[in-house]
Structures are given as C-alpha cells and as structure tokens.
C-alpha cells in the first residue's frame, strides 16, 4: 500500500453510526450519513397549498426500525458473514407553514430531533448507544402548481448534536454538518393515483477528531400510489441513494486496509417495497411502510420498517 493513502480501519469502519435518521452504511466514514433513506413516501408535500390556512403547524412522529445481516464490500469481491446492525429511532418533526410569499412560493419550514438505538456487532465485537441523534433544519418554499401537483425546495442543514466518541462502534452523531439542497413534488396524475418524489445531494463537512470528509451523495425517496377507498391507499415506496465523489482523510482518497486500489469506498443502493397510508380527520394521515435493500455496494444490506403519524392544526 502506498503511504499517501489513507486506510480505513479494520473493523470499526465496517461499523454503523447515524445521521438525522438512522441508516447503517458502509461507505462514508465509518459508514456515516446525514440523509435516513426512505423517511419520505406518500404525500411528500401538501396539495392545493394556496388554499391553506395562513399559519399551519404539523406535529409528525416517525417510527423507523432497520436491520441487516450481510455486509457488501465491493472491493473485496462480495459479502462478510456474521454482521449484525440493528437502528431503531424515534423521531418527532415539526412542520410549519406562513403566510410569507418567496419567489411565488409560501414560504415553510421544519426541524427534526431523533432519539436513537443503535447495535452493532462484527468481526467478534459488539457495541450499543442509545441517546440523541443529530439534529435536522430546513427553511423550505412550496410552490402550489394547481390543485393536483405542488413543488417544493429547501436546504436541509444537519448540525452534530448527538453523542459521538471516534473509538466506539455505535454512535448516534456523525460529528460533521451537512448542507443538502432538496427538490421535491407530490402529484395526482389521476383522481386516485398519487406520485411523490424527494431527491437531496449531501455535501459533508470534515469530521474534525478524525480528519475526514466523506463523500457527497445523490438520493432520492418515492412513493406511488392508489387511493382505494376514501381514507385508505396502497402503494409501493422506496430509495435510491449512490455516492458520488470519494471519501477522503488527510487530503488523500481512502481504500479498505490491504487493497491496492483507490476505490473512494463510495456507497450504493435501491430498496423497494409496499406501503399503506390512512386518513382521519380533515387533514391527519398515519402510514407504514417497508422495503428491502438491492444492487448494495459498500454497505449493509438489509429491510427497513418505517411508520408516521402526522396531525396539522391552523392559527
């Protein structure tokens, strides 16, 4: 190996710590991102937007549970047995909506504090942290395009408020700010059929204790959908998430310990599975969904389990 390249650790990089929303990876450092794929699905924003009342504040309560037993390490030529990683979070999210026009827009915004579980075991070590994750903001303009189609956009901020310690294999921060610009729609094609989309693009801050700056990301959550009955649809949801730039430590690109190859450990997956989302009242919604992780490169593969209750009020 040549000495002016960084090497990942064995085996606390093959280890999960987590972002605003709990995701095990493997790519990024230590396997870090500030991104929780698939927190989004059905009705990503909400519709006829010009319509609602001036001041609107929506309480949510995100229930997530991930859990993966195969590891996928692209440059050691496929999977490590024996790894068990096990997220679970708690994550209450608070929406608001003004009055205030910004570029034709309403302007909105929302914040997000996770409390998190995390358990980790590989290569004969285990660890476990359960506390505070890592606290994430955004200002965000929606854009009413008509009673069946509303855009949004934002820049999601995620600051390093969790417990964070370099030598343990389970924290519940990153220890690094991430800034992501978002784009996202809902859209009623037809009378019953749903299309929502949210894609963000992760650039990541240096970890100072460690000297790291992982790599930006490009993902994107969706959700389609048919409304059976008048409070109930089903539908399929899902991520994809590829990172796009490499992982770097002290200025030089990071490869696995032992390999001779700068592969920049960049991350890849898709998971896809069905979904059911519930309305009540005249505007509260409760959803479950879950999907199964495919094409996994440099990162756990596993099934994630995600469930929401979301109430908004005017004033």
């Given at each position: 190996m040549s000495p002016n390249r960084a090497t990942r650790p064995f085996p606390l990089a093959l280890m999960l710590t987590v972002g605003a929303l709990p995701l095990?990876?493997?790519?990024?450092?230590?396997?870090?991102?500030?991104?929780?794929?698939g927190t989004d699905g059905f009705f990503v924003l909400p519709l006829d937007v010009d319509n609602l009342p001036q001041n609107m504040v929506a309480f949510n309560l995100y229930y997530?549970?991930?859990?993966?037993?195969?590891?996928?390490?692209?440059?050691?030529?496929g999977k490590v047995p024996n790894v068990e990683i096990e997220s679970t979070a708690v994550v209450p999210r608070l929406d608001y909506l003004s009055p205030v026009r910004v570029l034709g827009g309403r302007l909105a915004g929302y914040v997000a504090q996770p409390w998190l579980k995390q358990e980790v075991a590989a290569f004969g070590l285990s660890d476990t942290r359960e506390s505070m994750g890592d606290?994430?903001?955004?200002?965000?303009?929606?854009?009413?395009?008509?009673?069946?189609?509303?855009?949004g956009a934002a820049v999601e901020i995620t600051a390093p408020t969790g417990e964070y310690d370099a030598e343990r294999?389970?924290?519940?921060?990153?220890?690094?700010?991430?800034?992501?610009?978002?784009?996202?729609?809902?859209?009623l094609p037809t009378e019953r059929t749903e299309l929502s989309m949210?894609?963000?693009?992760?650039?990541n801050e240096k970890n100072k204790d460690t000297d790291y700056k992982s790599g930006q990301i490009f993902h994107f959550d969706y959700s389609a959908s048919y409304?059976?009955?008048?409070?109930?649809?089903?539908?399929?949801?899902?991520?994809?998430?590829?990172q796009t730039?490499?992982?770097?430590q002290f200025g030089h690109t990071v490869q696995f310990a032992g390999e001779d190859v700068n592969d920049g450990v960049r991350g890849k997956v898709f998971a896809i599975g069905p979904a059911l989302y519930f309305t009540f009242l005249k505007y509260a919604s409760a959803e479950i969904r879950w999907a199964k992780e495919f094409d996994v490169e440099n990162r756990p593969e596993g099934e994630m389990l995600w469930a929401k209750i979301s109430i908004p009020y005017a004033f």
């Open positions: 095990p990876a493997l790519a990024t450092e230590s396997g870090v991102d500030n991104i929780g794929p997530n549970h991930y859990k993966a037993t195969k590891l996928n390490i692209s440059s050691l030529g606290t994430t903001f955004a200002p965000i303009i929606l854009w009413d395009m008509g009673k069946n189609l509303t855009l294999l389970a924290n519940t921060s990153n220890n690094f700010w991430t800034y992501k610009p978002l784009f996202s729609f809902t859209w949210k894609t963000t693009y992760s650039f409304r059976v009955t008048d409070n109930l649809r089903l539908g399929v949801n899902g991520y994809f998430l590829k730039t490499d992982d770097k």
